[in-house]
């Protein structure tokens, strides 16, 4: 199970940080990332680290949002600066995940989103 907060409303030039808990019966965590998905639009990738701390970010969020994760945790953190009206989405928090009783299966988990508005 994965929890996510952290959206809000916030003007153009703003931060805000989402957060992310991945809870249950966890043997690992491959990998841990944001999607997010704008009104009309698919769902898009933000940004993702892997276990090994390899990260990957959409090139419309490079040099704005940095993912940080707390492996001893199982958490997840987008820091976004500079936001734009085009970041306006709700963010969903992933992390592809080996459950303990059958750690083979890496599942794909998905948060509940948390709405992120950046106004003009």
Known sequence: QLQASGGGLVQAG???????????????????GWYRQAPGEQRE??????????TNY???????????????KNTVCLQMNSLKPEDTAVYYCN???????FPQLVISSWGQGTLVT???
């Not at 991945?22 to 990998?31: E, K, N, Q, T, V």
């Not at 990738?45 to 390899?54: F, H, K, P």
Request: glycine residues 10%; positive net charge; contains cysteine.
């Open 14 to 32: 703003g931060s805000l940080r989402l957060s992310c808990a991945a809870s249950g019966s966890i043997f690992s965590i491959d990998s841990m």
């Open 45 to 54: 990738l933000a940004a993702t680290t892997t276990s090994g701390g390899t």
């Open 58 to 72: 959409a090139d419309s969020v490079k040099g704005r949002f940095t993912i940080s994760r707390d492996s001893a």
């Open 95 to 101: 992390a592809h995940l080996r459950d303990r009783s």
């Open 118 to 120: 950046v106004s003009s």
